[in-house]
């Protein structure tokens, strides 16, 4: 199940968020969507995605940050993009390089709390993240639970793991292509995950979905243990009816004692009865009547020479 898009929902940039916050916000936004250049001797920052949302979330904090124009449009259907030119893209460099330049842009080591690094955190998810939880139905194959936040680079892929672990987060490192991934796999790592970036309600769904999988699994257990139970028993039940058939045409039957002939009779004529409705039908205990009929299979097999008759 994909939930991506629900997460994404929840991680936009919040009212309450402080002003290093909405900073760590956007240097995500630029280290995983951001390129730099330079053309007609000014230097731009453009920040490109196949997506609308975050180039908007993108544009919105520029100008709230930085207060500087910016130019927003769509390439062609394609992709979306924002640019920014000469003075406001040197405003942006230094608002989410912590003032190290152009080379540094984006530098994790200027985030200082646990708040700023999980707005890292939205930003780069609302950028470049998916999120998979499993089925609630444990027989469908399907994605199990995976979070992955991409780069384009193992250096900034690196940089962010270093900055999860800070925050006792437990991710991993994968190169895919010409990205990296930075990625969860366990339910318990994903989750801590979704709580780190403020995704509750994400959360919420991943610990139904794991409550109603365990219950579902509880279900099949238990089914699956009645079923092999029932094979168990008409597989006994087989075989002490072979086995007086063989008594009866050996002639030994007649030798048997009285308990163990209305044992046979008994089970002959209530073949589909189980050993309790058996033992309920005979007035006498399931063990009495099991220990009975175990005497007779055990007869009538040797009778048949340990063989069962086809």
Partial sequence: MNITDS????????ETDGVNEKKAYLC???KCLGSIGISGGKTFLEIESKHNLPVITAVGLIKELCDVSVEYGSG????????????AAAKIFSLVGEGRGITDL??????????????YARGAFLASGSAYIPSV??????????????FFGEDAALEFQKLLHRCALSVQTAQKGNYCSVYAKSEEAVSDALVFMGATDSM????????????NNSINRVTNCSLANMEKSQEAVVRQLRAINALKESGEYEKLDDRLKATCEARLAFKEASLEELAAKMGISKSGLNHRLARITALGERKNGGREKD
């Fill in 106 to 119: 984006g530098d994790t080591d200027g985030i200082n709390s646990r708040q700023e690094a999980a707005a």
């Fill in 137 to 150: 139905e444990p027989a469908e194959k399907s994605a199990g639970y995976h979070i992955e936040f991409l």
């Fill in 7 to 14: 997460v994404k929902k929840e991680i936009l940039p919040r």
């Fill in 204 to 215: 919420m769904l991943v610990a139904d979905v794991s409550m109603r999988r365990e219950t």
């Fill in 28 to 30: 995500a936004l630029v």
């Fill in 76 to 87: 062609g259907g394609k992709s979306f993009y924002v640019r920014a030119e000469g003075e």
